[in-house]
């Protein structure tokens, strides 16, 4: 399964770079990617559905954490090609880029999606730290696929502080390495990730404290984790918009899920997660807290939605580190976050191929010329802000509950840091699509018709909708306590 699994992915990547025209390139993306995707939801359902354990050899594992990740992936990546279809063919056909730079963006795309569920699916330390490494050298190329001077600039300023991070990172895994071989664990089996847990009090506690450290700011710099949050708001706002919205969707959730991983091997060395839950409590908050500022004099809907990523981390981060109620509550807000962000992002494409500009004074009259991405989007960022009926208010809700009673001062200052946010989106977006402006209205113009882009993000409000039904019922709770059985340690 494993290597149909890759085999498919490499072979997506080959048939787009040999693609003589764009419809070739484009046909065989979509139905590899189609492929790939379904056969990767088959190969996480069980794990996912009933907690059993998927084992290929030593070094691939499927439980229900990395069941969630690779089926979330796989929804995110088709969603993003059948929107690029779209997207970036009208970026080719208004020779915005050229026949190569479109062949690269199908090339690139699903070699950066198999890095992904790479680092999802292995048990070994280390191939997981080189798969999260891809995910920034082939994503970079996407960031800076115009190739103008500020996608390059960011594009760069992504692939320096990502790779560095992930380079501390590194450090961390030779030092939780380092402690198990001192345990007499000799060979390959020092890196795998199963072989960590089992021995992890025999570690020293200073180098479980220190390599752990230095895995959380490595990550945690891909996860945009304030204060290594500074490439992400640039990232997102200069790349092609479904790249933006695999980025804040699926990619930012598994550099989290790297850190969650190593955050069970600490949390089973000290015997309890008392010190990593206040660590994430910690810069969960100050990620929440930074996000409300920076909305407040934001002018640019991709960055407003990027920040609106920052927080949602943060979110996660500090639901986690209100174990365990708080962990059922951060795997809801995961997959809530996941199709709500990326149906935004979808939007902002739509959004950008009509007005040519992510700057908001620039827009008016958006509901009067795109009557549907307006309506979609509104409805997007009420999902994203916890509306009823999202499943993000389900999460927020149950997130809440047990914050209140643990950290009751630091609750209230996250509800006003949230209001803010909420009232900072809602405002923005109101301006962009109900303000008017005759001399900016294009007569040329048509209004828009139904299109893909409008289907998919359908598609995902629906879905948030039906989970917020169902994060209520036995089976949803069943399967989230499945899910948070695999990565959070109880004691």
Request: glycine content about 6%.
């Amino acid at each position: 399964m494993i290597i149909i699994l890759l085999t498919l992915f490499i072979l997506t990547a080959i048939g787009a770079w040999f693609g003589r025209n764009a419809k070739n390139v484009r046909t065989v993306s979509v139905f590899l990617a189609a492929l790939s995707s379904i056969m990767l939801v088959l190969a996480a359902w069980s794990p996912v559905m009933y907690g059993q354990i998927a084992r290929y050899g030593s070094w691939w594992t499927i439980d229900g954490f990395s069941g969630l990740m690779i089926i979330l992936i796989a929804c995110v990546y088709m969603a993003t090609v059948a929107i690029s279809v779209r997207y970036i063919g009208h970026e080719l056909a208004s020779q915005i880029i050229s026949f190569n730079q479109y062949r690269l963006y199908f090339t690139l795309l699903p070699i950066f999606a198999l890095c992904m569920v790479i680092t999802v699916l292995t048990n070994n330390s280390l191939v997981l730290w080189l798969a999260l490494e891809g995910t920034t050298l082939f994503s970079t190329f996407l960031v800076g696929l115009y190739r103008k001077k500020t996608s390059i600039e960011a594009a760069w300023k992504y692939m320096i502080l990502c790779s560095t991070g992930i380079s501390i990172g590194l450090v961390g895994i030779l030092l939780l390495s380092y402690g198990v071989h001192d345990s007499e664990i000799r060979g390959g089996e020092m890196f795998l990730i199963s072989t960590l847990v089992e021995h992890a009090q025999l570690i020293p506690e200073n180098i479980i404290k220190l390599s752990f450290v230095l895995l959380f700011i490595g990550f945690g710099t891909k996860v945009g984790l304030v204060p290594m949050h500074t490439w992400l708001p640039d990232a997102h706002s200069k790349a092609p918009s479904p790249i933006s919205a695999i980025f804040s969707a699926v990619l930012l959730n598994v550099a989290l899920y790297a850190i969650i991983r190593f955050k069970y091997i600490a949390d089973v060395s000290f015997g309890n997660a008392e010190w990593t839950s206040q660590l994430f409590v910690i810069f969960g908050c100050i990620s929440v807290f930074l996000a409300a500022l920076m909305m407040l004099i934001q002018q640019n809907y991709k960055r407003m939605l990027a920040y609106s990523s920052i927080e949602h981390m943060g979110l996660i981060l500090f639901a986690i580190g209100l174990s365990p109620f708080g962990a059922i509550a951060a795997v809801m807000h995961m997959i809530g976050h996941t199709f709500a962000k990326s149906a935004l992002f979808f939007g902002a494409g739509e959004i950008l191929i009509r007005w040519k500009t992510t700057k908001i004074p620039k827009i008016a009259n958006m509901y009067v010329q795109a009557p549907y991405t307006s309506i979609l989007f509104i409805i997007a960022i009420l999902g994203i802000i916890a509306i009823p009926p999202s499943a993000l208010f389900v999460s927020e809700y149950g997130m809440f509950a047990q914050a209140i009673i643990m950290y009751p001062k630091t609750t209230l200052a996250l509800f006003v840091a949230l209001a803010v946010i909420a009232y900072a989106m809602l405002s923005l977006t109101i301006t962009m699509v109900f303000h008017e402006d005759e001399s900016k209205i294009n007569g040329s113009i048509k209004k828009e018709s139904w299109n893909i882009t409008h289907t998919v993000i359908v598609i995902e409000l629906v879905i948030i909708v039906i989970f917020a039904m169902w994060f209520t019922t036995t089976q949803g709770s069943d399967v989230i306590n499945n899910i948070v059985n695999s990565f959070l340690f109880i004691k």
